[in-house]
């Protein structure tokens, strides 16, 4: 782990550790970066287990998620205009067009499924938050056989809906605990907000020319690969293998079955400004 962080002791002037956060090694490394925003958003293994807890039951909700998701960024035409780009594995034709059944958006809604289940997985991994770092890096063409360029405007609108989406899902369950609600709720909503900073950070690019952060060893692989390696599932099919955590142990098993069903009458509201031609 870097040594990111060293406190400073109490004295009479300063009557609080002060944790000193070395301002290079938050832009050049990605591992010390991380350590930061999880101290900073007290990310624990609490919430860990929480994760661990309910994994089951986040995922029964993705494919339900999936669809809201898609159905939102096909209602404006300049987010839809996205899919009108070849992803790197995607062969198939493109509609000029998009709907929700266009092959380039199946396509896509397989590998959503698919960072949805990620985002499942073991965060107490290094391998967990350098996929999210490679999902910002994405958006902005590199990376890439065809490069993709998504504003940051909507990669944190989208965000921003997909927790929307998840909060009101299980904040509304009627036989989960608050407590365990509460929980769940509080461990997604950093998970995401660190994937939002992830998002920023190739956007913004703070700190790129004043550290000389260099994107020509940026290596090309497919979508769904890690240094090589397959970490997201290019198949329809979702993932199923339990979550092992590196440093927290399993609480239980979730209780819940088939609640994708009850997603499935969520509508998506049209606003005034949307409704006027």
Known sequence: MPQTEKFFPFTMANPRPVIHIDREEIYTNLEARMHYLQSFLDFTSRDVSALVTDAKYVKAL???VVNIVYKKLLQYDITARAFQTRSTSFKGPLDDSPTEESPQILHRKMFLRGYLNKLCSDPT???F??????VGMM????GRTHPLHIEYIHLGACLSFIQDIMTEAILSHPKLPLPRKIALVKALGKIIWIQNDLM???HIREGVDEFAVDDDEIEVEEEGY???KKIVGGSDEEETDPVTPTHAACVGTCPFSGMGKGMEDMKIEEHDFAKKT
């Open 62 to 64: 993705i494919p339900a």
């Open 125 to 127: 991994k290094m391998e």
């Open 129 to 134: 938050w350098e996929y999210l770092d490679k």
């Open 139 to 142: 958006h902005v063409g590199l």
């Open 200 to 202: 920023a950070k190739w």
């Open 226 to 228: 890690l240094h090589g």
